[in-house]
């Protein structure tokens, strides 16, 4: 496995991405071979460089973004192999669609009628048969890595749990190094190998070429001089809480201590990183604004017919540095939804809620006129979401760190927006918290462009709204 913006990513699906994109170019070069078979020389004119590269690159984009939102690169989870070949059916057809629209609107880029229908049949049988020959091949040249856990308390069994579901990583929990003598055969279906008088031994042992620690008491405790030697000897040591983090995607608040965010790696903040961000911000957000303002107009007249009110519903947010400003959201209740209660979070199937705000919360339309906020520099497009002032006073009293998620601007989605449904109590705000650290921990351009993918395929597919 590798490490990928500090989370794990199993070698296979990155390998199997790769072989994909070449499978999806090789079925083109197939599909024309077989278009021009009696005739060689027109085969050869068709896939002269650089004309057939051009055509080729929305071939694979489209098809790999297809396979992308159908999970096809998702291996967390369990899955029966005709569920995998209905979403490969599924994604095939989906990106026949997309790229039959867009050779209507281009036709320049067509790769010619024939080898397109040729391809698109070869294409599910190279990437099944691809698949069922890298299954085979992985399990045969490529062991599991056998991890030790030094500790074997609730964070250890925490983590243990958790590589035992990510099956898609390909390691092996071997079993728990002890804080004290072992009393216990087994925990959490892995046995104890020993205690921390005897970390060496078991290494050689059990041949462990990992060790996590997650020793939730290490004064005095932790086999330094134990662990140095192992280290030097090639044997990775990694602390659990960034295991979790790498595992999960979020910082795994319960029992961390705050000497972990001053010397773990990430937190880096660079001034270029910043201004790019605000740049793109700016020219994105204004282009949206003129392209999307016939929509916009178009929205905020059916919210008044539908009801009385203002179409814009203001609201006070704590933004960049505990700042108050006031974020702009299509109005999706009525205008006397907090009348009687007051502030209070949204809820799934809130009585609140107009038909048509049902509608507009679903698709994420009514977080649009936020753009305008973005332009203004209060908000981003990708960024910790901003929570109102009085929720704000209150979680900062309940919840360690929460303060530290306006250290950026906030943003229309984020990390936990797409990691976690919507807040609707203190628990909820502790887990979202702990995604929006994860996103500080990593902040970078390329981290926000995965975040949006993301968002669009939520978006599209009318994923988690309230």
């Known amino acids: 496995m590798i490490q990928i913006f500090s989370q794990y990513f199993a070698v296979k699906t990155l390998l199997l991405a790769v072989l994909e994109t070449l499978i999806v170019a090789l079925a083109v070069v ?41 999970e096809l690169y998702n291996f967390s989870g369990i899955r029966s192999r005709m569920e995998d070949t209905l979403r490969l059916c599924q994604s ?17 880029l067509l790769i010619g009628r024939g080898v397109f ?45 958790e590589l035992r579901r990510r099956e898609d990583l390909n390691v092996k929990v071997v079993g728990f190094i002890s804080e004290q003598s072992p009393r216990t055969a087994a ?18 042992d059990h041949q462990v070429s990992r060790i996590i620690v997650a020793m939730e008491d290490r004064r005095g405790n932790l086999p330094i001089r134990d662990l140095v030697k192992l280290r030097v000897a090639g044997i990775r040591v990694e602390d659990a809480h960034s295991t979790m983090a790498a595992l999960t ?7 961390l ?51 009385a009110g203002p179409a814009i519903y203001r609201q006070k947010r704590v933004g960049l540095r505990g700042r108050v400003f006031e974020v702009l959201k299509f109005r999706s209740m009525g205008v006397d939804a907090e009348s009687r209660h007051g502030a209070q979070w949204a809820s799934a199937n809130d009585p609140r809620v107009t038909r048509l705000g049902r509608i507009i919360r679903r698709y994420r339309i009514d977080e649009l006129p936020q753009v305008i906020n973005v332009l203004r520099g209060e908000m981003s497009f990708v960024g910790p979401r901003p929570e109102r002032p009085v929720f704000v006073e209150s979680l900062r009293q309940q919840i360690s760190y929460y303060d530290e998620r306006h250290s950026v601007r906030p943003g229309i989605t984020g990390w936990a927006q797409v990691s976690y449904p919507y807040a609707s109590s203190v628990e909820d705000a502790l887990r979202k918290l702990e995604y929006d650290l994860f996103y ?5 351009i390329f ?3 995965a975040i949006i993918l993301r968002t669009v395929r939520i978006v599209l597919m009318g994923e988690g709204s309230r």
């Open 187 to 204: 925990i959490s279906a892995a046995p104890v190998l020993g205690d921390i008088n005897a970390v060496e031994q078991v290494v050689r």
């Open 92 to 108: 095939v057809g989906t990106a026949s669609l997309v790229l039959g629209t867009l050779y209507l609107l281009f036709p320049s």
């Open 257 to 307: 201590r705050p000497s972990w965010f001053v010397f773990s790696e990430g937190f880096r903040r660079s001034r270029s990183t910043l201004w790019i961000k605000r740049i793109l911000d700016i020219l994105i957000s204004g282009t949206f604004l003129i392209l999307a303002a016939p929509l916009l107009i178009v929205v905020a007249v059916v919210i008044r017919l539908e009801s």
């Open 440 to 444: 500080l921990k990593n902040l970078s």
């Open 249 to 255: 995607g979020r910082v795994w608040l319960e029992t």
């Open 30 to 70: 197939c599909g024309a071979k077989l278009r021009f078979w009696n005739d060689p020389s027109e085969f050869e004119a068709y896939i002269q460089l650089p004309n057939f590269a051009l055509l080729l690159i929305p071939v694979i984009g489209v098809f790999q973004v297809t396979f992308h939102y159908a």
């Open 447 to 449: 981290f926000d462009f």
């Open 117 to 161: 229908a040729i391809s698109l049949g070869l294409i599910p049988w190279l990437m099944l048969a691809n698949r069922f020959i890298l299954e085979k091949t992985w399990r045969f040249a490529w062991p599991p890595q056998r991890i030790a856990i030094l500790g074997a308390r609730e964070l250890g069994i925490v983590v243990s749990e």
